[in-house]
C-alpha cells in the first residue's frame, strides 16, 4: 500500500501527526501499511487550550497546522497564507505592512482598524499579546514556524483578556531534522525580494536552530514600500530524565514600512495604486526596532506531574507617522515582560480519572509614550502627549477533564484576571491627565465531550471572556490625555456544540455552531482623522463553520472550509444619531469559503490551486457603504532534486489569478465625520502577481 501523504488538518481532523518533518521522514523510509484514522488520532495531542489533550477528549474547535503548509511553495509573509483554510478566522491588511496584518475570528478583532484585538497569541510560550489587549506579530518569523494550533471559541478563556481566540505558534528548536541549513531567495512582482538563512544542529544533549530573513518591498501601491529583517534564533538543552531548558532570542528590525492610507470610491476608481493625498505629503510610515528573549523550561516528571515555567524580556522602540496633519506623529519606547507557571498531574475523584492543570501568568507593560502635531507640509508644530503608561496583568487559572465513561469526558475551568492600567502624565501645560483604571473578572468555561463512535466525536461548550479597552482605545474623543471615562470592558457569553470524525482512512470532518452575545461591544470611530472608540450596546454572533479534507489517492487531496455567520448590532446608535439596531458589524463578512485542491507526486514535486470566495461587508456601523464580495485564485507549485547530500527546490505560485478587482482592507468607521462619499474606507489589493524562488538545503 502506499505510504502516506502529509496533509495539513485544517478542522482539527485526523493527520495531523503527519505534517511533521519527523513523521514524514519516518513514513517515507518505511514502505509499511497505512495507519487507520482510528490509530492516527490516537497519537494527535492539542495543547494550546492550557490543559494538553487527545484530539477527540478535546471540546473545542481546535486547528493544528504544522510545517509543510506553512511553508511549501509559500512567499511566507503574513498569516493568512498559513490559516485561510481554518473556518472562522478572516482576515485583512495583508499587504499594509505598517498597519499590520488585521485577523478577527467569530467577531473578535474585527474592530480595529490596524493590528490585532481581540485574540490572544504567543510564540514559543512568549506573549505577542501586551497587557493592555494589544497584539504585534512583525517579529514573527514563518520561516522558522513549525506549528501553529488554533482555538476558535469558549475554550480560549484560560489565556485571559483580550482571548476571543488564540494563535499559538512553535518555531523550530534544531531537533526535528538533522543538522544542516538552507539557503532561500524569493523575488516577484512589485519588487518582491526575499532572502533566508537557515541553519540548525544537534550535538551530544544540545540542539540549536537559527532562521535569518530580509524582506525588501516595494509594493503594489505607491508610499507602500517596506523593509524587515528578522531573526529567531532557540538553544535547547535536553537531561537524561526528560527536563528540557530552551533559551528563545527574536531579532525585529523595520527600517522602513510606508502607509499608503486609504482612499475614497472616486479615489478607487481614477487610480487604485494611488496612495491617499497625506501619505504621499507626509511621507507616512513606521519604523520598528525590538529585542526579545524567553526562557523555558519543561519537567515531564515532577511529583509526579508536568511542570512548564516561561518567562521572557522584550524591548521595542517604535516610531509612525500617520496618514493625516494634526496630532499624527508617535512613538513610544516599551518594555515588556513577564513569566508564566502550570502544573499538569493526574487524579482521581470519586474512583474516576481526572486530568487537570493549574497555573499563573503575570506580565507588565511599560510604555514611554510621545505625540506631535505635524503640519500639512510636514512640519512637526507641537507636542501633545509625553507620559508613561504602564499595565499589570495577573491571572491564575485551572483545569479539569473528568473522565466520567471511557466516551464521554466532562470539563470545567476557571481564570481570575486583575489587570491594571495606569497613565503618568508628563506633560502638564494642558493640565494633568494621569489616572488608572483596575479591571478585576472571573471567566469561566465548562464543556461535555462524547466520543459516540472510536472515530467520532461530539462536543458542548459554554464559555465566558472579557476584553478591556486597550490604551489606544481608552483615548479621550473629548481632547486632552488620560482615560475616556465613557468606554468599558466588553464581556461574552460564548456557546458552541461541535462534532468531528472520519469516514474511513479518506475523509474527515468537522462541524462547529456557535451563538454569542457581547455586551458593550467595543467599536471604533474617526474624528479629525483619529480613531477613537466606544461602547455599542450589544452585538449577537451566530454562525456554522465546516470543514472537509479528503484524500482521493496518495496524489490528490481536498481542503474545503466554510463559514457561514450573522453578526449583528443590537441597541445602538451610533456617532452620527443613526440608529443601527440590528444593522451589520461592519467590516465582517457573513460567508466565507476556500477550497484548495492539491497534488503530488511520487517523488517531490508538488501543485496547489486555492479557491476563495469572501462575501459582501459594511464599512461602517450605520451601514452605508457596501463592500462587494469576490472570488480569488491562487496557484502554487514546486519540485526538488537530490544532489547528492544537498537538495535544491525550486518553487513558485500566481496569487489573484484572475486579476480581480478587491479591496485588501477596509478602514472600518473611517472619516465618521466627513459625508459618506468622502470617507477613505478602502485600501485597494495587488492584481495578478507572481513570485518565484529557489532554496539549497545542505
Known amino acids: 500500500m502506499l505510504n502516506r501523504r502529509p496533509i495539513r488538518a485544517t478542522l482539527t481532523v485526523s493527520y495531523i501527526l503527519f505534517n ?59 498569516l493568512d497564507e498559513s490559516l485561510n483554510n481554518v473556518p472562522g478566522l478572516f482576515f485583512q491588511n495583508q499587504f499594509n505592512f505598517a498597519q499590520g496584518l488585521r485577523l478577527s475570528t467569530r467577531g473578535f478583532g474585527a474592530r480595529s482598524p490596524f493590528g490585532i484585538r481581540g485574540i490572544y497569541i504567543q510564540v514559543d510560550d512568549i506573549p505577542y499579546t501586551l497587557p493592555d489587549g494589544q497584539s504585534q506579530i512583525d517579529a514573527l518569523s514563518l520561516d522558522s514556524a513549525q506549528r501553529i494550533e488554533v482555538i476558535r471559541g469558549p475554550s480560549s478563556v484560560q489565556y485571559g483578556n483580550s482571548a476571543g481566540g488564540v494563535i499559538d505558534v512553535t518555531t523550530a528548536r534544531g531537533d526535528e531534522s538533522p543538522s544542516g541549513g538552507a ?8 519588487g518582491y525580494r526575499k532572502g533566508t538563512l537557515q541553519a540548525n544542529g544537534n550535538w551530544d544533549d544540545y ?41 528563545t532570542l527574536n531579532l525585529l528590525e523595520t527600517p522602513e514600512a510606508e502607509d499608503p492610507g486609504g482612499l475614497t470610491q472616486a479615489q478607487v476608481d481614477e487610480d487604485r495604486q494611488q496612495a491617499a493625498r497625506f ?55 516599551r518594555r515588556f515582560y513577564g513569566a508564566s507557571t502550570q502544573y499538569q498531574d493526574d487524579a482521581q475523584v470519586i474512583s474516576l480519572p481526572l486530568h487537570y492543570v493549574v497555573g499563573v501568568d503575570i506580565d507588565r507593560q511599560s510604555d514611554k509614550r510621545r505625540r506631535y502635531t505635524v503640519s500639512a507640509s510636514g512640519q512637526t508644530t507641537g507636542q501633545t502627549q509625553q507620559e508613561t503608561q504602564n499595565a499589570t496583568a495577573t491571572g491564575l487559572f485551572a483545569q479539569g477533564d473528568l473522565e466520567l465513561t471511557p466516551a464521554v469526558t466532562f470539563s470545567l475551568g476557571g481564570r ?61 474623543p473629548n481632547g486632552g490625555g488620560g482615560f475616556n471615562p465613557d468606554i468599558e470592558p466588553q464581556t461574552a457569553l460564548n456557546r458552541e456544540i461541535g462534532l468531528r470524525g472520519t469516514f474511513n482512512p479518506a475523509v474527515a470532518y468537522e462541524v462547529a455552531l456557535f451563538s454569542i452575545t457581547v455586551d458593550d461591544e467595543i467599536l471604533p470611530f474617526e474624528q479629525n482623522g483619529r480613531t477613537f472608540y466606544e461602547n455599542a450596546g450589544k452585538t449577537q454572533r451566530d454562525g456554522i463553520e465546516l470543514g472537509v479534507t479528503w484524500d482521493i489517492n496518495y496524489a490528490w487531496q481536498i481542503d474545503s472550509a466554510l463559514t457561514l455567520a450573522d453578526y449583528r448590532l443590537k441597541d445602538f446608535v451610533d456617532e452620527q444619531g443613526n440608529n443601527a439596531d440590528g444593522n451589520r458589524l461592519p467590516g465582517l463578512p457573513n460567508e466565507q469559503w476556500v477550497t484548495e485542491f492539491r497534488w503530488r507526486s511520487t517523488g517531490q514535486r508538488f501543485a496547489a490551486l486555492e479557491v476563495q470566495y469572501t462575501g459582501d461587508l459594511y464599512a461602517e456601523n450605520s451601514n452605508q457603504t457596501k463592500v462587494s464580495d469576490y472570488w480569488l485564485l491562487g496557484l502554487r507549485a514546486g519540485d526538488s532534486v537530490n544532489l547528492g547530500n544537498q537538495t535544491l527546490s525550486l518553487y513558485g505560485g500566481i496569487r489573484n489569478l484572475l486579476d480581480e478587482d478587491y479591496f485588501g482592507n477596509i478602514r472600518i468607521n473611517a472619516n465618521s465625520d466627513r459625508p459618506v462619499d468622502q470617507r477613505g474606507y478602502f485600501e485597494p489589493a495587488p492584481g495578478r502577481t507572481v513570485y518565484g524562488g529557489v532554496s539549497l538545503a545542505f
Do not use: C
Open 20 to 78: 511533521t518533518s519527523a513523521a514524514l521522514a519516518a513514513e517515507d523510509s518505511a514502505n509499511s501499511p497505512q495507519n487507520t484514522a482510528a490509530e492516527e488520532q490516537m497519537l494527535i495531542q492539542v495543547t494550546s487550550p492550557r490543559l494538553t489533550r487527545n484530539l477527540y477528549e478535546t471540546p473545542a474547535a481546535v486547528t493544528v497546522v504544522d510545517a509543510p503548509e506553512i511553508q511549501q511553495g509559500q512567499q511566507r509573509l503574513q
Open 207 to 247: 540542539a540549536a536552530s537559527t532562521t535569518f530573513s530580509w524582506l525588501d518591498y516595494d509594493g503594489y501601491r505607491q508610499q507602500s514600500a517596506v523593509q524587515q529583517g528578522l531573526l529567531n534564533s532557540r538553544l535547547t538543552h535536553r537531561w537524561s530524565e526528560g527536563q528540557r531548558l530552551t533559551a
Open 416 to 476: 481570575y484576571d486583575h489587570l491594571r492600567l495606569s497613565i503618568d502624565d508628563k506633560l502638564l501645560d494642558d493640565g494633568n491627565d494621569s489616572g488608572s483604571r483596575t479591571f478585576e473578572e472571573f471567566s469561566g468555561v465548562t464543556g461535555l465531550s462524547y466520543r459516540f463512535a472510536e472515530n467520532h466525536q461530539a462536543y458542548l461548550t459554554v464559555g465566558t471572556a472579557f476584553e478591556s479597552p486597550t490604551f489606544t482605545e481608552f483615548a479621550n
Open 183 to 190: 539557503v532561500k531567495l524569493d523575488a516577484g512582482s512589485d
Open 279 to 333: 501619505s504621499n505629503l507626509l511621507d507616512a510610515g513606521q519604523t520598528v526596532s525590538q529585542q526579545t528573549v524567553g526562557l523555558l523550561y519543561e519537567d515531564p516528571a515532577l511529583l509526579p506531574g508536568e511542570l512548564r515555567v516561561s518567562t521572557f524580556f522584550s524591548l521595542r522602540d517604535f516610531e509612525q507617522q500617520l496618514p493625516f496633519p494634526g496630532s499624527s506623529l508617535i512613538g513610544y519606547d
